[in-house]
């Protein structure tokens, strides 16, 4: 009775092994498709949801994204979509930055409003660095606090015009007397202090488009709508 007693068991054990197999072969991912995702590769971000033995199932990877949404750098939410069995869509809602400052070595990202949304070690590619001017609080999910309310709009009116005319600006320096100079990879664009600089930077755009490859400083401190000058000096 024993022998028969340890088969049934044997058996009842290999039965749950075979279904467990069985399930984990049915319902296993074998299809993830991403949309809106431009910061992270598609591996990346699987990586940083921890996708492992029992997360690539199928069940389980989209109850994470009900219960268990993970708490990613720059991703403000993200959707799992259940195709099928073996087929999920990822639909990721990044956070919108437009520019960061530097505090204690961490970069601090904030959006359009001015509001801190991240911190990293780590610079994004294409966000422009504040630079020269000190900050009274950096605190996330609160917005800048700089020495004047007129710093603070400056600083986002400029974020606002390099991204809506697409210039690549690495950094957003104020000296001392506030006059700003826009740092490109290769040119440093001299824009001053100004209380409006939407005339400046649309020509801007343009003036770039002419100078490929090329290396200097663009002085476009007295450009207005009357005076189209601008002086650049190649090294």
Partial sequence: MKQVKYLI??????????AGIWGYNLYRLKNVSFEGLTRYSDAEFLEQLDSGFFTSLTPCFCLSDTFLQKNIPFVEKYEIDYIDRQTAKIVVHEKRI???????GRYMFFDKDGIIV???DALVEDVPVVTGLEFDEIVLYK???VQK???FDTILEL???IELN???AEEIDFDANYEVTLHLKDISVMLGKKTNYDGQMNALAGILQSLPGRTGTLDMRNYSGENGDVIFKEQ
């Fill in 98 to 104: 437009t520019g960061c400052v530097i505090v204690m």
């Fill in 149 to 151: 309310q007129s710093l």
């Fill in 118 to 120: 991240e911190s990293s």
């Fill in 166 to 168: 697409g210039i690549s």
């Fill in 143 to 145: 917005p800048l606090k």
């Fill in 159 to 161: 974020t606002r015009l």
């Fill in 9 to 18: 068991i044997t058996l009842g054990v290999l039965a749950v092994f075979a």
